[in-house]
């Protein structure tokens, strides 16, 4: 058993964990990066043999997720003034039992998935479980901001998935993963820092009071 | 029931009280002060109980009863953790579940007992002993969950004897995060750290501390033992987990047992020098976090 990208992937776990618990918008953003770390390891560790390909992909997530995606995102509450995510619509405690049921999840599902043998068996599970407390974050919480992160946290869980296919996916089709989520991110932080002019608050409840 | 079983209770009933010493050092060094000397709570032990007891003429006998249930209730629960590594002196298939009533047991005694006087103060600590007491226990049950599957054993003696050396290889990162999660469970039950502040002197704030405020001479006495008693059992059980010493000689697994108790007690210091105490509303969330580390390694053990 491998035990290295073994634990990486139960640290991308925690680092989910640690976006649910966290009412810090910082704290979220430093373990998304951390997450963009971890992820951008991974290729490297699961890799049978080191090809130009794997290493772009890993230099590309390094580069992307771990460095330019959260500094964008300090900058943008920076300039919007949000520190903490108030009364998000599932407290902390509930969202974190909700974690425990999204793992358990994941790894139910993964069970029945017919995949192929000879991978890494924590990866399914893992980016299952990456995918659902993403989708948690983004659909819960209130700050546009924090959706933010549960949109990349969801992405880093379908590019967890896509880690199983590493060698077939042509890379091609990940760099341009890669770029769309740059620019979603991109469109997104500007989309925030209007709102917040507009409505001088990051809750994206108040979109609802849009008029023409 | 083997001579070394019973060698590893003795020690560590003679090295308990030394543990919130080793703690309160380390927290002295952290912060760039120098300290109490390392062996205070055998002073302050042996100066209580020469001292006569005042009992308010408001508490009744289950005010008198309290420390001494509380006594009991940690004495009989360190001869169910198999302290030398092996087995415990007292072992029977599910006393986890007794190990966790005991301690409940301890608790109640001694929060019955601050009721009794009728101080608003005392009855605040016991309402937040209570909560936080709430929430911990689940979380115990995960982890004792958790090291059930990994040795597949339902004893205390089972779980973190023989099969738990075994079984590290195999599922390192389980045990780990249960590990951790016993942790944090420690510094919740033993009201250190971000939970609360064995070192404050303001009853609004205190938790466990100020039940005992009325309290006095021996009964103190008693009391402050049964803490340090209590923090040395969960140490064990921290220990036991990280450190499976089921292979070594007796003495060797006991004086591991005595320097790993040291290292925790050291981490707890650390842990209190770091951290800001958490206000109170996020007790259960860091309390639920444990269960989720507990849950998680759980989780892995079943996939």
Request: proline share 5%; with cysteine.
């Amino acid at each position: 058993m491998q035990t290295a990208p073994q634990l990486v992937l139960l640290f991308v776990v925690l680092s989910d964990f640690a976006v649910l618990g966290t009412t810090r918008l910082t704290t979220c953003i430093r373990a998304l990066a951390f997450q963009g770390l971890l992820l951008a390891a991974l290729p490297l560790m699961l890799a049978s043999h080191f090809s130009t390909h794997v290493v772009l992909l890993g230099l590309g997530t390094l580069v992307v997720k771990a460095f330019v995606l959260p500094r964008f995102l300090t900058w943008a509450i920076r300039e919007a003034a949000v520190r903490r995510e108030v009364e998000p619509l599932i407290g902390y405690v509930p969202s974190l039992l909700l974690g425990v049921l999204a793992l358990g999840l994941g790894f139910a599902m993964s069970a029945r998935l017919p995949l192929p043998a000879g991978r890494e068996a924590l990866l399914v599970p893992v980016s299952l479980t990456t995918v659902i407390i993403g989708l948690l974050v983004l659909t819960t919480r209130r700050k546009a901001l924090t959706q933010v992160v549960g949109y990349l946290m969801l992405e880093n869980g379908i590019f967890l998935f896509g880690l199983t296919q590493a060698e077939s996916v042509p890379f091609l089709l990940e760099l341009g993963v890669l770029l769309d989520v740059f620019v979603a991110v991109f469109i997104m932080g500007i989309v925030v820092f209007h709102i917040n002019r507009e409505f001088d608050s990051l809750d994206s409840a108040r979109l609802t009071e849009l008029q023409d | 029931m083997t001579v070394s079983a019973l060698a590893a209770v003795v020690v560590m009933l003679g090295i308990a009280p030394l543990l919130p010493g080793v703690a309160v050092r380390t927290k002295s060094l952290l912060t760039g002060r120098h300290g109490a000397p390392v062996l205070q709570l055998y002073h302050d032990l042996w100066k209580l109980l020469h001292k006569e007891p005042v009992y308010s003429t408001t508490t009744t006998w289950i005010f008198r009863a309290g420390p001494l249930l509380v006594l009991a209730a940690l004495l009989l629960a360190a001869f169910l953790i198999p302290l030398d590594g092996r087995a415990a002196p007292l072992s029977f298939a599910g006393d986890l579940v007794a190990f966790a009533g005991l301690l409940a047991l301890a608790r109640f005694a001694l929060v019955l007992a601050g009721l009794d006087t009728g101080s608003s103060f005392e009855g605040m600590g016991a309402s937040r002993e209570v909560t936080v007491a709430a929430f911990a226990e689940p979380a115990l049950f995960l982890c004792f969950t958790g090291l059930v599957l990994a040795t597949g054993s339902v004893s205390l003696s089972g779980m973190l004897g023989t099969p738990l050396g075994e079984m590290w290889p195999r599922a390192a990162p389980s045990l780990t995060l249960v590990g951790i999660g016993l942790f944090v469970l420690l510094l919740a039950e033993n009201s250190r750290g971000p939970i609360d502040d064995p070192a404050t002197h303001l009853e609004l704030t205190m938790i466990h501390e100020v039940i005992v405020l009325d309290h006095s001479g021996p009964d103190l006495a008693v009391i402050l033992y049964g803490s340090a008693l209590k923090l040395g059992l969960f140490g064990a059980l921290v220990v036991s987990v990280f450190a499976p010493r089921a292979g070594l000689s007796a003495p060797a697994a006991i004086a591991i047992l005595a320097l790993g108790l040291c290292i925790v007690a050291v981490a707890v210091g650390i842990v209190e020098s770091v951290t800001a105490r958490l206000r109170l509303v996020r007790v259960p969330q860091l309390l639920v976090g444990a269960g989720v580390f507990a849950a998680f390694g759980m989780i892995l053990l079943l996939a």
